[in-house]
């Protein structure tokens, strides 16, 4: 071959070279949402990247094989085109046949190599790593194309190496794992934020929010021991004045001792004071919305045995109204949650229930308590509710 021709095929080998290389790194740097996206929008181009993505090994096997070809090509034609070039212009320099020889050809060897490794593989891969996916789909269409044509070869050959492989436990994925786990979740948003592509605050928040299905109710639970009850005989007043001591606007009702009691007594009943043997058994009714009906009247359930929960707001309206009214005519049943229920789980469960405080239970054993308050403070931190003191300072709007 003249050495003219040997010139253009080499620069032509050259830029195969570099389109190999582009699509290699192009297909494992894209992103398949984007691709889908461009898909659904009815790009061609991107239908075959993505098709591309879903058999990665053999693109990646397409790509190894272009590069291979394209980089003995062109050792076998650049370097002793430009050896031929090199070499009369040496001699004639004055240098022996010999010196003049091996120094064209080292030179050659120099230039073919800086050419290659610029042009052909770091160009190529900067661009395929900087757009990705613009890469993937500008360059998939002839990929694909060729590996069509190379298919028997490149199906012998990588099933040949994934053959190799399996003596070592190794086992070849056709694609690369998109999904991402709680651990990488994090290290992507403390990324994310090092980087300036979130800010500290919406970290926290996304932060808090890979924690909700992390813990379970029982990490978050109120003891009973801290829980703010009313007998269920107290009157509508004796829940206000429960509600103002505390700052609680939602009090668990507990079954009343039997006997007369004073309401002043009856008002500051504590859960703690009754055994946990004394829990409520988890029933079916047990875990229904919590407006569903008390089956049970708390008179005759043992006392402290938790029957409710009444909100302040309710007390307040039966007492404007000039009504009657105990602590158990104005609560709701009580909801219940397993202490293993995951926080994600008990805020969607609670919700749909419109259940702002529910009982927590093993083996149907009452543990204690949880508030969707505090479990939506594990996500957005903390908020003041309606019972909460206003700080000195704080101008209402």
Known sequence: MS??????????????????????FALVASKRYRLEHAAADGSRAARAALEGSRELSLML??????????????????????????????????????????IALLVALVIVTFLHLVIGEMMPKSWAITD????????????????????????????LANVALKPFGVHPQDQLAQAHGPEEMHILLERSRAEGLIGAEQTELLTSMLKLQEMTVGDLLIPDDQLVTVAAGSSARDVEEASLRSGRSRLAVVASPPGPSSPGA??????????????????????????????????????????GVVHVREAVRATTAGVAATAEDLMDRPFTLDCA????????????????????????ERVGFVALEDLLEQVIGEFDDETDPIPVGRRMR
């Open 3 to 24: 050495p003219t021709w040997a010139g253009i095929v080499s620069v032509l080998l050259l830029i195969g070279n570099g389109f190999f290389v582009a699509a290699e």
């Open 61 to 102: 096997a397409g790509a190894q094989l272009g590069i291979t070809l394209c980089s003995l090509g062109l050792g076998a034609l650049a370097e002793p085109a430009i050896e031929h070039l090199l070499h009369p212009l040496l001699h004639a320099a004055g240098l022996p046949d010999v010196p003049s020889s091996i």
């Open 132 to 159: 990705p996916e613009r890469s993937a789909t500008l360059l998939a269409l002839p990929f694909r194309g060729f590996v069509r044509l190379a298919r028997p070869a490149l199906v012998g050959l990588n099933g």
């Open 266 to 307: 009856s008002s500051s009943v504590s859960a703690a004071s009754s055994p946990v043997s004394a829990a409520v058994p988890v029933s079916p009714a047990a875990s229904s919305p919590a407006s569903a009906a008390l089956s049970v009247p708390a008179a005759a359930l043992p006392a402290g045995t938790v029957v």
């Open 341 to 364: 229920v995951t926080l994600t789980d008990a805020v969607t469960e609670m919700r749909a229930a419109r259940a702002q405080l529910a009982m927590v239970t093993r083996a149907g």
